[in-house]
């Protein structure tokens, strides 16, 4: 790895050093397909820079690819009957090591804070959930108040992280070793400063949108297309993909690469042959989770749950030394070399769930979740300018305030919340009932109690003008006018009524009970930060004439969209979806009540039929692996569970993956194969 590392350096210096007159000039490289010279001014300048093998990124190890039976490998005592054995290709990947631990997570916020510090809700969104260690029977403090940012928990998994959260942070990690090896070769200088859009991002760099002020020193790269001269002088350029210094983005793995990976199958490969000698269900050898080698005879392999109320051992003799999480290289690396495949924590993919996906996914890279985007362009087909401040989802904010509205009045009454108060002119859509049952016993609320039984009419108020300034954006961004719907959230309630909005008191000034909570709810749906750029989802106009694909969200492809319903042939249901009155997620897989449609119109009044039968939906993701509070069942590398993607618990943490670009094991493999023969 060392050598691998030091002689990419030696080549990235080579390629800046070299990249100018050196190049045009002492190379007759030609072309195989026209004749022309590579990397000469006077043969037009087309370039070919030197390039080995791709540069293994921090953190990660190669996991070669192959074919291998995915799926349940024994016997399915949940009965869920989610994960059929079928035999799938994947391709060579890059792993993390371990799962994301503690610090690396802390090092994520550090830089969060330091970026965005005008936006503490980019801040706050990133925030891992402590509380999620918290049970209503058990006295879990110590994990709430000390497991995130303790040093004794440094080299521990960080959980309470969501699908989404894990997301971002592969976003971010990608960004920041990109920016690492850029700096490393000298393209750009250490700018310790950068902040809000001025941050690095590796898409607005490639396209052009990042610059940096020369005083920080580093340079570009020497252009050898003569219509970029100054004089006799060469051009220069920014660093393209094509130089193959920038690596691929840090992501998820998918379930089968996962999977893969957990198993380890590499070391149970007969020698000189491809036959292998034994399946595994766990990512060593046989049945068994002790180790039967003699120095280790009997030992646990993995962090998981023993028996009933066993956790950790007997004292004098913890077997697996760790009430819940474990450091994470402890135990023994699997064949990739890979810890915890098996316990500890399990783990995010990128997958959406569905029951029967081994029914209907492809062969080579199955994956279920493409929703395929595009860059945004401007009029000039050139892609739009990066984003210059935090951009939101209103829809989503206006659905959460319905939702928080109606929950805390149900809550305080215990009877259903008017609508049409006369506090709130017009009312809000109630689109369910509550799920939430009042709990009969003391009030909730003071306030309710002691003002005969009114709700707070200056909370109600409020949220009220909260409600004003979300319908005001919701029809800039009907409109298109995204920006500036994002720029009225920012500016009126973000920095307008929740940093002005107080309760006045007799003497004092008191903060609202409620800006605290709405605070927080809303920093989920924030969609976009600065300095990225804008993507949209592709559209079937552009497609026209596609072989391959034609629309752009597949998640419920054959499961789930309307085609894979009852009502393949429903026209009335078809022109609800396109005429925005149905949800088209709410066909089959269902995690809200259906009760009214999106007009806030009942589809079948006091019809229960028309709730839910499933916790399933398109935002529904899965995790794979037995945690610390599993038993052995769960260490089964087929296993499968889901969980909301907005949603965390304490048993679930992740590790990043990449892509492996060329060949799969390494520079001139077949080449060399072919030499053998």
Known sequence: MKKQTKHMKMLRLFILAVAGVAIASCSRDSSSSTGWDYNNVQHGGFQKVPFVDQE??????????????????????????????????????????TEVTNFHWLEYLYWIKRSYEKYNMVYRNALPDTLSWRSPLAFMDKYVDYYLRHPAYRDYPVVGVSWLQATDFCKWRTDRVNEYILIREGVLGWDIDAADAETFNTDAYLVGQFEQDEELGGRKLKDTDPSHRDGKKLGERIVRMEDGILLPRYRLPTEAEWEYAALGLIGNLSEGTEVITERRQYP?????????????????????????????????????????????????????????????????????????????????????????????????????????????????????????????????????????????????????????????????????????????????????????????????????????????????????????????????????????????????????????????????????????????????????????????????????INEATRDPHLIMYQNEYETYDLNGTPIKPEDRTSWPTTLISDKSRVYKGGSWRDRAYWLNAGSRRFLDEAQSTCTIGFRCAMDRVGSPVGHNYGKKKQKKK
């Open 56 to 97: 293994t990124g921090p953190g990660l190890i190669l996991v070669e690819g192959g074919t291998f039976t995915m799926g349940m490998v024994e016997q399915d005592v949940m009965f869920d009957y989610n994960n059929r054995p079928a035999r799938v290709t994947v391709s060579s990947f890059y792993m993390d090591q």
């Open 284 to 576: 060593w050898n046989g049945h068994f989770v002790r180790q039967d080698n003699k120095e280790f005879t009997g030992a646990i392999r993995a962090n998981f749950v023993r028996g009933k109320g066993d956790y950790m051992g007997v004292a004098g003799r913890l077997n697996d030394g760790a009430d819940v999480t474990a450091p994470v290289e402890s135990f023994w690396p699997n064949d990739y070399g890979l810890y915890h495949m098996a316990g500890n924590v399990s783990e995010w993919v990128m997958d959406v769930y569905r029951p029967l996906t081994s029914e209907d996914y492809n062969e080579f890279r199955p994956f279920r979740g493409n929703v395929f985007q595009t860059k945004v362009l401007n009029n000039d087909g050139v892609v739009e300018q990066k984003d210059q401040q935090v951009m939101y989802d209103v829809h989503g904010m206006k659905e959460y305030l319905n939702a928080f509205e109606r929950v805390r009045y149900q809550r305080v009454s215990a009877a259903n919340h008017n609508p049409n108060d006369s506090v709130i002119p017009g009312g809000i859509q109630m689109h369910n009932q509550a799920e939430h049952r009042y709990k009969r016993g003391a009030a909730p609320d003071p306030y309710y109690v002691s003002h005969g039984k009114k709700k707070d009419s200056v909370e109600l108020a409020l949220i009220a003008r909260i409600n004003e300034v979300l319908d005001r954006a919701i029809q800039d961004k009907n409109d298109k006018y995204d920006i500036e719907a994002s720029s009225l959230v920012q500016d009126e309630i973000f920095e307008g009524i929740f940093a002005e909005s107080t309760r006045q008191g007799r003497d004092e000034e008191y903060s609202f009970e409620i800006i605290p909570m709405l605070r927080e709810g809303f920093n989920q749906f924030i969609i976009g930060t600065p300095g990225k750029l804008k993507y949209r989802n592709v559209t079937e106009e552009e497609n026209i004439g596609r072989l391959n694909y034609r629309k752009d969200d597949y998640i419920d492809y054959l499961d789930g969209d309307i085609e894979s319903s009852i009502y393949y042939d429903n026209d009335d249901r078809k022109n609800g």
